[in-house]
């Protein structure tokens, strides 16, 4: 198999799956519910979906600002109007072609405010690497907030809580075998996962050196803050989820990022992820996956909309360059 073959199918298959899961998604609901979910999409309180989409836009505009506060020890400061319309830009690439976003910001933040592109990069796989151990506290949290619910759903489905301390335990047991074995190894391979995972952690730990470490671990907070935010906001805009508590939204909340992470934007799997996880706490089918495509539709024409916007806006700002 070429290489370009290799690089389109990388591109083709996450964009094929989503559109069969949209699709899978429409043809497995009956005529019936499939009109009473457009009913609650077409009904949602533009209120609520507007708050939603602000929440979303304050956690783009925190993100940039706390882009400063990792770029500011390498000697740079770009403008925060700068930065705000570079991630903009960098989700709505996403939406095409998986973490091509990564790519595009940092070299967009080379040619706008002359940041070498290793240094800029290394900024953005620092941020990622917080996003994840932010998601992990989240998944945490949510467990432990839904455990019985959870570890119910889980025996239900022929797991038992020993099996999962065994397999958790094993888990970590191969962690450190991994990690000891990178760390003795002298294999060419071994060293440079060694190398990378040193950079990684010395980026994270990087940030309690820096002079506005609080400042940045507020913004990280206010980040996910916002995007919790706009979740529990949508559940305003269908009756059956109303009462659905916060704890039983961040479990929604999981399954969504993990749908996010697979395909591109969460195309076709995140309502229906979303959905499944809601019905774990008795909301029905049709309900769960209104609320779904709500919280997905606006999220996604956020996206859109403004990452536009901005990839249009990006160079006219910056004429001179």
């Not at 095409?96 to 940092?106: H, K, N, Q, S």
Request: charged share 10%.
């Amino acid at each position: 198999m070429t290489n370009s073959l290799k690089k389109n199918l990388k591109i083709i298959l996450p964009i094929a799956l989503g559109v069969f899961l949209v699709w899978y998604s429409y043809h497995s609901t009956t005529p019936e519910n499939r009109k009473q979910i457009i009913f609650y999409i077409k009904e949602a309180n533009p209120l609520y979906v507007s708050l939603s989409i602000l929440l979303g836009i304050l956690g783009h505009i925190s993100r940039a600002v706390r882009w400063n506060y990792l770029l500011e020890p390498l000697g740079y400061k770009p403008k925060l109007t700068n930065n705000i319309l570079i991630i903009l830009t960098s989700y709505f690439a996403n939406l095409g072609i998986p973490r091509t976003g990564e790519i595009l910001r940092a070299t967009a933040l080379t040619t706008y405010e002359n940041v070498p592109f290793e240094k800029g990069f290394g900024t953005i796989v620092t941020e990622r690497v917080i996003d994840v151990m932010m998601l992990l506290i989240v998944v945490t949290i949510a467990f432990l907030l839904q455990t019985d619910v959870i570890m119910g759903i889980l025996q239900e489905r022929g797991f038992n809580a020993t099996g999962l301390i065994f397999l958790a335990l094993g888990g970590i047991a191969l962690f450190f075998a991994f990690i000891f074995f990178i760390k003795k190894s002298k294999n060419a391979f071994a060293q440079k996962i060694k190398t990378f995972v040193k950079g990684l952690l010395d980026g994270v730990f990087s940030i309690f050196k820096m002079k506005n470490k609080w400042m940045f671990i507020f913004h990280t907070l206010f980040i996910w803050a916002c995007y919790i935010g706009m979740l529990w906001i949508i559940k305003f805009t269908v009756p059956e989820t109303i009462s659905l508590t916060l704890s039983q939204l961040l479990v929604a909340f999981v399954a969504g990022a993990f749908a996010m992470a697979t395909t591109n934007g969460g195309i076709g799997l995140y309502p229906i992820a979303v959905s499944s996880a809601l019905a774990i706490f008795g909301i029905s089918a049709v309900s769960g996956d209104a609320f779904g495509w709500i919280i997905w539709i606006a999220q996604t024409l956020m996206i859109v909309v403004f990452g536009a916007i901005s990839f249009l806006l990006l160079p006219l700002l910056n004429s001179s360059k």
